[in-house]
């Protein structure tokens, strides 16, 4: 359902050039894929977001919020409703007493990674290098390195479907492998709300000690990951948590399959690469490929841990 002109007319009345129509969904994704949003929003501070989500409710219009877009694949088609992006008063991170940082949902994982060893806190050292925004990393329980964001996640604020801002202790979620959900005696949805918030709870190390692990990490990913082309990270979710799913993929005779332009990477089995031109639709037939190769070999069914959305 395409939004409506007078609605269009509220947007922009209130976001003037924050809002976008019709707006290509791939200079905003790191796979560089995606049709248009029939609406993209940037919202600045709390008031802004909380208006959004009780306007997208009233008028009965489905949203959708980007982080970084780093691991997503936005459909040919496009995104129907309102993507919600966040800037400038969604980034503020900071440090409440000896060992507690918060970090806005729209600050950069790698900017909270910075500042942890800035201040000689360790504890985010695994999430070095993976791109994206606080935001989106808590949604997807981000991780490398055996470590993920439940190690250090102490408490979320969210806003939910009706408007209202709620904080959630560890204790209330759930986390899974690249999934948080709540608890299941909340009986609540998480994917209907937004994180605005996160508080990360970390410990002393001597910044020197941090920065040196920081480059070996950093160093260990340039070498391990293709670099110089458009991607979202591991394409697939290792099968139990166990299993590498590059690994199965390699030994199926899954590199260097190609589809127009999408491209299992040669470098690391378990990324698919847009080499400049891919559409979603290439990278979707190769994902079916690559699944049905690893299954006939292996008998298991490889499942994305790359969010597929839109038509
Ligand atoms: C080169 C490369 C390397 C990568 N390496 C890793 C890695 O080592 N480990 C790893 O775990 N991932 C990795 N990724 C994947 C990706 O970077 C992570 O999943 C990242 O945490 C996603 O953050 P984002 O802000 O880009 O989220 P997006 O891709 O924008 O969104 C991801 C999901 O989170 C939701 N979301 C985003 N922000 C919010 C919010 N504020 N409130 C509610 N929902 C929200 C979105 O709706 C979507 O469902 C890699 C990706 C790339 C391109």
């Known amino acids: 359902?395409?939004?409506?002109?007078?609605?269009?007319?509220?947007?922009?009345?209130?976001f003037f050039d924050r809002v976008r129509f019709d707006e290509p969904m791939a200079p905003h994704t790191s796979f560089r894929v995606g049709g248009p949003a029939d609406a993209?929003?940037?919202?600045?501070?709390?008031?802004?977001?909380?208006?959004?989500?009780?306007?997208?409710?009233?008028?009965?219009?489905?949203f959708f919020i980007i982080g970084g877009g780093t691991n997503l694949l936005v459909k040919d088609q496009g995104i129907r409703g309102v993507v919600i992006s966040m800037a400038d008063g969604l980034v503020k991170i900071s440090q409440h007493g000896a060992t507690v940082l918060s970090a806005m949902a729209g600050?950069?994982?790698?900017?909270?990674?910075?500042?942890?060893?800035?201040h000689g806190l360790s504890g985010l050292n695994f999430a070095l290098g993976?791109?994206?925004t606080v935001g989106g990393a808590i949604r997807m329980n981000a991780g490398a390195w055996k470590g993920d964001m439940s190690d250090v996640l102490d408490?979320?604020?969210?806003?939910?479907?009706?408007?209202?801002?709620?904080?959630?202790?560890?204790?209330?979620?759930?986390?899974?492998?690249?999934?948080?959900?709540?608890?299941?005696?909340?009986?609540?949805?998480?994917?209907?709300?937004?994180?605005i918030e996160g508080r990360f709870l970390l410990s002393h190390q001597r910044p020197e000690f941090l920065k040196a692990k920081a480059d070996s990490l950093l160093n260990a990913r340039k070498k391990s990951q293709p670099t110089g082309f458009a991607s979202a990270g591991c394409f697939f979710k290792n099968p139990d948590n166990r299993e590498s799913a590059g690994k199965l993929i390699d030994l199926a005779g899954g590199k260097n399959l190609r589809v127009g332009d999408a491209e299992v990477s040669t470098k690391h089995a378990n990324f698919i690469v847009n080499r400049g031109?891919?559409?979603?639709?290439?990278?979707?037939?190769?994902?079916?490929?690559?699944?049905?190769?690893?299954?006939?070999?292996?008998?298991?069914?490889l499942e994305p841990e790359v969010k597929i959305v839109g038509d």
């Open 40 to 62: 993209y929003v940037t919202a600045t501070d709390e008031n802004e977001m909380t208006y959004l989500i009780k306007w997208v409710k009233e008028n009965n219009l489905p």
């Open 277 to 301: 031109r891919a559409t979603a639709e290439d990278i979707l037939r190769l994902m079916n490929i690559v699944q049905e190769a690893v299954f006939k070999k292996f008998n298991i069914m």
């Open 1 to 14: 359902m395409a939004i409506q002109s007078e609605l269009k007319k509220q947007l922009k009345n209130r």
């Open 155 to 195: 408490s979320i604020r969210i806003i939910l479907p009706d408007g209202s801002i709620e904080s959630v202790d560890k204790t209330g979620l759930t986390f899974s492998y690249r999934s948080l959900s709540f608890a299941a005696e909340n009986r609540r949805d998480l994917s209907s709300c937004v994180i």
């Open 107 to 118: 600050a950069s994982l790698s900017a909270l990674c910075r500042f942890a060893i800035n």
């Open 130 to 132: 993976i791109p994206g």
